[in-house]
């Protein structure tokens, strides 16, 4: 079970962003494996046997936490919003939230689907 | 006193370990050599590719046909050498013979290829012309700039960190013996062959070490490290040190089915067996130091080899924009005037043998059989002549 700290909290308004298609709330400035977490998802994605993983470290290190991005065209703080390459490839706890971003785990097990 | 081998190899890399091998097949009694470890340098280090046509850089300044030819028969030997290869380590290398592509955008690349494979088809190497619809359909994931490719059947890739290995097993197992963190001191002409000085640059375990070993023969195969190894006897190896990078994609669904190369510019592309995207071509990195490259050269990376090398990736493969990079890496190879490797003899100093340079990947096992031969028999089992060693020397200064 994940949860947020509220009491002694500001926070501004809430942005939504979607994950396989269903919509998400999180609040700017969080990360999108910390906003997931908080939304009780664990399965970020599976491995090459089909098992669920998730985040593990937390920090970019581990890679667990992979999910495959696509930003609308004026997000900001995306660095990688090209037209061309519709699905990124990024660790789920270094990307911020942004509102409209769409979060995908990945269709192949272990492995990126460029047709898809 | 020191121990007796029929043959002493400097250089655990892809073409010392195939040559104990096929020494070792021979009855020959092995000891290897390396400053390093079992396949540190370039041949664990480069892409993988088995290229068989006729590289482009074989194609500057409008190089004649003649010459051209006389590429093409350890190409053809070498592909017969990679399809038995599995069956000979019987150990895994990942090795897949599904065809190359060598990739054209403009009408003077194009030119370039017709008169390559022209060269090739009377030569015997399986290379024909693919354009059009055709080439849509052998390979779409290609570029629409890219309008026409030769197209040989019989290349592909190998794992360079198994294929080394697998000759060391194999090597091994048929008694060779090979020796690590063991560095070339000095090799001393005596009459019933050579002793060969060694320093230790790590503490062996066990017995003491012997700081010496007695061959016959003595086989230099230690790549870009072949000139200072020779050059105390005077021996000039007509190789240069170059550092290159290599990079690797995250992992996808097969996308790439062929190994493609471009005739007009540095790229070499090719999906290994677990997904990843390897992508290469000689795109360089820096080689720091002075006349030698000892045993840790500095070599930095460079970032616009990086992106130069994937953008000229996606240039050619469009899709490939949609993955990550995950590493890039450095090796050093050598590289030589006229583009072709150093074998043969040593003619100043006799029972002195060398295997090195150019296309040691894709043809080191070749130039490990072919040297075997030279050193068992006398007689190499093809022509290597194009290879010697002394062929830069001014002629007078050849003996015999």
Known sequence: MGFRVTSGTFRPDQVSFTFDGVAIEAYPAETVAAALIANDVRGFRRDRSGRLRGPYCNMGTCFECVVEVRAPARASGVPFCDPHVPWRTVRACLLRVEAGLEVRSRKAPGIKDLSA | ?400
């Open chain 2, 1 to 400: 006193m020191s121990a007796r081998y029929d043959v002493a190899i400097i250089g655990a890399g892809l073409v010392g370990c195939a040559a104990a091998f096929e020494l070792g097949l021979r009855g020959r009694r092995v000891a290897v050599l390396d400053q390093g470890e079992v396949n540190r340098g370039a041949s664990g280090r480069n892409a993988g590719s088995l290229h068989f046509q006729i590289e482009p850089r074989m194609l500057e300044g409008g190089a004649d046909p003649q010459r051209l030819a006389q590429l093409i028969p350890v190409n053809l030997r070498a592909i017969e050498d990679w399809r038995e290869l599995p069956g000979r380590l019987r150990r895994e290398i990942e090795l897949v013979m599904h065809g190359g592509l060598m990739v054209a955008e403009t009408a003077g690349e194009r030119e370039l290829l017709v008169r390559k494979s022209e060269v090739e088809t009377r030569g015997g190497l399986p290379v024909r012309l693919v354009e059009g619809e055709e080439l849509s359909r052998v390979a779409p994931y290609l570029a629409e700039r890219v309008r026409c490719a030769s197209y040989c059947t019989a290349e592909g890739h190998a794992n360079p960190r198994l294929v080394t290995p697998a000759f060391a097993a194999a090597a091994r197992h048929l008694g060779g013996e090979i020796m690590t963190g063991a560095r070339v001191g000095g090799l001393e002409g005596r009459p019933e062959g050579w002793r060969i000085h060694i320093e230790w640059l790590r503490q062996q375990s066990g017995t003491a070490a012997a700081s010496s070993l007695d061959a016959e023969a003595v086989l230099v195969a230690a790549g870009a490290w072949s000139p200072e190894i020779l050059a105390p006897y005077g021996v000039r190896v007509p190789l240069v040190p170059v550092a290159l990078s290599m990079n690797v994609t995250e992992r996808c669904a097969p996308v790439v089915h062929h190994l493609v190369q471009h005739v007009g510019r540095r790229l070499s592309v090719k999906q290994v067996e677990a997904g990843n995207v390897l992508i290469g071509g000689g795109w360089p990195a820096s080689l720091f130091g002075s006349e030698t490259l000892g045993p840790n050269p500095e070599v930095w990376l460079r970032e616009d080899s990086m992106i130069g090398n994937a953008a000229m990736a996606i240039h050619v493969v469009p899709v490939l924009a949609g993955l990550n990079l995950i590493r890039t890496w450095s090796g050093i190879a050598s590289v030589s005037v006229d583009h072709l490797p150093v074998l043969g003899a040593i003619a100043s100093m006799p029972g002195v043998f060398i295997a090195a340079g150019e296309s040691s990947f894709t043809l080191g096992p070749t130039y490990a059989r072919l040297v075997s031969e030279l050193i068992c028999l006398g007689q190499a089992s093809m022509p290597i002549g194009l290879y010697r060693p002394d062929r830069f020397e001014p002629a007078a200064d050849r003996s015999a």
